[in-house]
């Protein structure tokens, strides 16, 4: 969502609402939209950390005297893939979806 010099409010100082100069209301919105436009970005991070906790959960069937299972094998790749199968925000979102409980949604996180 892209913001306009109209969308801030006015800052108060000791209570008192004082008007924003107009250098400091674009300083706002020019800040607002470079935040804004790296949502996707903030968003891929989520997206990375979720993928490398998950990972981590089954690292220990990758020791040496552990036979790791194919579908663990499958799904494993599957999260290393998640940022080149999955690169829109839109995509992201979906990954991100979580349930009432807070739970993520998309079956990719579901380990087998």
């Keep these: 969502m892209t ?11 000791n209570g008192v609402a004082v008007s924003w100069t107009d250098a400091e209301i674009q300083a706002r919105v020019d800040e607002w939209n470079a935040w804004e436009s790296k949502s996707g970005e903030r968003k891929l991070e989520q997206v ?20 790791m299972p194919d579908n663990i094998k499958t799904w494993r790749q599957s999260l290393r893939n998640l940022p080149q199968d ?3 925000e839109e995509q992201y979102d979906l990954l991100l979806a979580r349930d009432e409980q807070g739970n993520l949604t998309h079956s990719i996180w579901s380990k087998p």
């Design 86 to 88: 999955f690169s829109t």
């Design 48 to 67: 990375k950390k979720i993928r490398l906790q998950k990972l981590i959960e089954t690292d220990y069937l990758a020791n040496s005297d552990v036979t």
């Design 3 to 13: 913001i306009t010099k109209d969308d801030i409010a006015p800052k108060f100082v």
